[in-house]
């Protein structure tokens, strides 16, 4: 071989594998996040929308998570979308606590967040806090690779005027020439007030490279759920515990249960189907040796390499923007709350007619009885089938096998509220005036791979899971789920006989799936004044994304 | 020497609390592992404890068959050991794993492939009935398209001649096997076929002349009521009357 072909075949190899790294980053998922705005203030709601797309041939992800974080990769929040095909829409209410600054906004999906070569579209928001109105700089990405969005020049954007008061209706109209009807698979329209310093976010993008998630062990495209992992310790050695069953319940009428068994480093996953909201995770371990375990859930923040940053001075006029728009904010709070979904919803839908341990074989309501007062005397005058004892070495529960007619040798699984109680001292205190009903299951019951010698289910009035918090056996997590779906679409609109001030710094946000030649949509202007812009993002079909905007005046 | 029984007592008495509290969802011959871990719903049921004396068979298929379940969620569990008992209509699970018989609970069951010994897959569904049969069936599809062919396979107890059974106990009943046909129309209606030509013409009370003349036409005479028979009838009033 002499040196040439030694050259050629070295060439033949780069470009081999060249090809080969270029088609497995075009294999990731590309995901876009467009905010509504470029700044927000302090307790705010920032709406968003989302454009994913990968390789047609593969599944793409359907649940999208999107993090705010500061500059130096401090995780601040985190909430979890479901889209539906290619396009998704949320929205993150700013911390009232967050301090003024440059912040990351990151889309991606878990199969992004498991995989080396992936890259997330990263967006800014300028925060200013809304009880810290002086501010002269601040610390800003260092303008390095940003992808600006491309200049589209087909749709043209016309306002009856130019310039307008306070409180006064904009009629826009904009055209999309009839060669470029049905390229568009959607366009986005939002009119809001101009940030001068943080406007430019809103057209483009950083791409920034993913550290991968080494602790998940579970390979996984969410189409209707979340994943959520976690890992299990000896308490005192710190060690990993494997082969531990890691039991799962979310109490409710109808409980959710599962169960995992732990790898050898101790790692279990769970799947949350549909579940929307923020969940009471119950985890409770079941070791061979009763050893005391300590459950911990992973890490489920997006990690992305550090970026440049620079300090910037803001200008006269910047300065002043500030200053005007946290005070408007400061008033707007007085009059309106910024909280747009309750903290605790939660809706988990039935996937089956029956709780996990089947239809039971008896339902029993202490109601229908006279007043018992502990759990005792209930078991022993309307628990049929039900043994309990309380002995001197603690109490038993056994319940009868109608299977084969015998009664079981050990404990039933028992269940409050739908979480597994190991401690029958818990069932002890409950009285008629407590329980709601009580299932009992005369068979040995199976779920995957466990075996339950019966199960005795009560449910409480009340429902109260704060016996949970003060048993170090049990771990509580609250675990954001999938965001409550809202309608993004909004439009300013002017209300008659009010003193209440109009402060919207977003006048108007909707979507479009299919674009006529001629179009028009209205909207108020706030009592907000400064640059208004109305904003176009694009999809078009060929995935890339454009913008065209144009900027009134409101005085 | 007193000593020495003290502590063993006390041993004893400490295991003894601990028995107690200790639970174990697990067979202690074989403890779970990492194995059984799924993020798909988890196959449920109770404890199999079906026996029986009686001559014949209560099972649809008396080996064990590889095959799919599908649950109303519609998660999947494939290579699956399944025996369906068509006597009280269970499907049993073997979970090698624990080495569990396990009926599995019909309300989280959508439907069922079996994979018989000839590697023919029979595909059974759960079908709710109020007409015809109450209450909720395993069917098994031989047809699908607009119209569905189903069959329901069923075990009678029928008294028979005396016989010694396994442990020579007298007995003077048998089970027998049988399978009534049904036609599900597009809109989900239930009719019930002996698999006769007369009960495929009463299907179209208007048109029995148009389904005695396709019968005709196409050699199908529905003498014997076998089920390739009964199946090409089956494809030809689809055809016919059903076809878009």
């Known amino acids: 071989m002499n040196k040439l072909d030694r050259y ?7 470009l081999f594998f060249a090809i080969l790294a270029f088609n497995s980053v075009k294999a990731q998922e590309q995901i876009h996040l467009f905010p509504d705005k470029s700044f927000a203030v302090s307790g705010d709601t920032i709406w968003f929308q989302i454009f994913i797309y990968g390789e047609p041939q593969g599944e793409i992800s359907q649940v999208i998570h999107v993090q705010l974080d500061g500059l130096e990769n401090k995780h601040i929040l985190k909430v979890s979308v479901l889209c539906q095909g290619a396009f998704g829409e949320g929205y993150i209410s700013v911390p009232d606590s967050l301090a003024s600054g440059v912040y990351k906004l990151s889309a991606f999906s878990l199969q992004q967040n498991n995989s080396s070569s992936a890259v997330v579209n990263q967006k800014f928001i300028h925060v200013y806090n809304r009880f810290n109105s002086e501010l002269n700089s601040v610390q800003s990405p260092a303008d ?19 310039n307008y008061k306070r409180g006064e209706n904009v009629q826009v109209s904009f055209t999309v020439p009839q060669t470029e009807i049905g390229k568009y698979k959607k366009v986005w329209v939002t009119v809001g007030i101009s940030d001068p310093i943080s406007e430019q976010y809103l057209t483009s993008s950083l791409p920034v490279q993913i550290v991968p998630n080494t602790e998940s062990t579970v390979s996984l495209v969410e189409k209707d759920g979340i994943l959520f992992s976690g890992h299990l310790t000896d308490r005192k050695s710190g060690e990993p515990v494997p082969g531990a069953i890691v039991l799962f319940s979310i109490p409710d009428s109808v409980p959710f249960f599962d169960y995992c068994v732990t790898d050898d480093k101790g790692l279990f996953n769970f799947y949350l189907r549909n579940a929307v909201g923020t969940a009471d995770l119950i985890l409770q371990a079941v070791t061979k040796n009763q050893q005391d375990c300590l459950i911990e859930l992973n890490n489920y923040f997006l990690e992305t390499k550090d970026i440049l940053t620079t300090e910037k001075l803001l200008a006269f006029n910047e300065s002043r923007f500030v200053d005007e728009i946290v005070k408007a904010s400061y008033f707007e709070k007085l009059f309106t709350g910024y909280n747009i979904v309750a903290p605790d919803y939660f809706f988990m839908p039935r996937q089956f007619d029956y709780p996990f341990y089947g239809e039971p074989t008896r339902t029993f309501d202490p109601n229908l009885f006279f007043d018992l007062p502990d759990f005792q005397e209930i078991s022993r005058e309307i628990l049929v089938g039900v043994q309990y004892r309380d002995r001197k070495d603690g109490i038993t529960i056994r319940m009868l096998n109608n299977g084969n007619e015998t009664i079981f040798d050990k404990e039933p699984l028992k269940l409050l509220d739908g979480i597994p109680v ?16 009580v ?28 016996w949970v918090d003060s048993d170090p056996q049990i771990a509580h997590f609250e675990f954001n789920c999938l965001q409550p779906a809202l309608n993004s679409e909004f439009k300013n609109e002017r209300v008659p006989n009010t003193h209440i001030p109009n402060l919207n710094k977003v006048l108007f946000r909707r979507s479009y799936d299919v674009v006529d030649t001629n179009n028009t949509f209205s909207f108020y202007t706030s009592d907000l004044t400064g640059n208004v812009n109305i904003r176009f993002i694009i999809v078009d079909e060929n995935n890339q994304i454009l913008f065209c905007q144009k900027l009134i005046s409101v005085e | 020497m007193k000593q020495i029984y003290k502590i063993i007592l006390l041993v004893n008495l400490v295991l003894a609390v601990f028995a107690v509290n200790a639970q174990e969802f697990y067979r202690s011959v074989k403890p779970v592992t990492t194995e059984g871990n ?24 008396d080996l064990w068959s590889v095959g799919s379940v599908i649950l109303e969620n519609d998660d999947r569990y494939d290579s699956v050991s399944l025996m369906l008992n068509i006597f009280t209509e269970d499907l049993i699970w073997f979970n090698n794993r624990t080495g569990s018989l396990i009926v599995l609970d019909k309300y989280a069951i959508k439907e069922f492939i079996l994979d018989t010994e000839n590697s023919e897959k029979m595909l059974f569904r759960k079908i709710y009935n109020d007409k015809i049969l109450k209450g909720e069936h395993y069917f098994n599809v031989f047809y699908e398209g607009e119209i569905k062919l189903l069959g329901w396979h069923r075990v009678t107890e029928v008294s028979t001649s005396l016989y010694r059974d396994f442990y020579g106990y007298l007995r ?10 049904f036609i599900m129309f597009p809109n989900n209606d239930i009719v019930k076929i002996n698999g006769s030509k007369k009960s495929f013409v009463n299907l179209f009370p208007e048109q029995k002349k148009t389904v005695r003349q396709i019968f005709r036409k196409n050699d199908i005479y529905l003498v014997e009521k076998n089920r390739n028979e009964i199946l090409r009838a089956t494809k030809l009033i689809e055809s016919e009357f059903f076809s878009k």
């Open chain 2, 38 to 61: 799924s993020l798909n719903y988890k196959l449920s049921g109770r404890q199999y404890y079906f026996t029986s004396v009686l001559r014949g068979s209560v099972n649809f298929n």
């Open chain 2, 172 to 181: 003077d009943k048998e089970y027998v096997r049988q399978v009534n046909y």
């Open chain 1, 144 to 162: 390095i690779s940003k992808n600006v969005y491309k200049q589209d020049n087909t749709i043209e954007i016309k306002t009856d005027r130019e």
């Open chain 1, 439 to 466: 299932d009992v299951v005369f068979f040995e019951r199976f779920f995957g791979d466990l075996t339950f010698p019966g199960v005795l289910s009560v449910y409480t009035k009340n429902r109260s899971i704060d």
């Open chain 1, 422 to 437: 190991f401690n029958n001292e818990k069932l002890k205190p409950l009285n008629t005036e407590d329980i709601l009903k």
């Open chain 1, 8 to 14: 050629i075949i070295t060439k033949l190899l780069f």
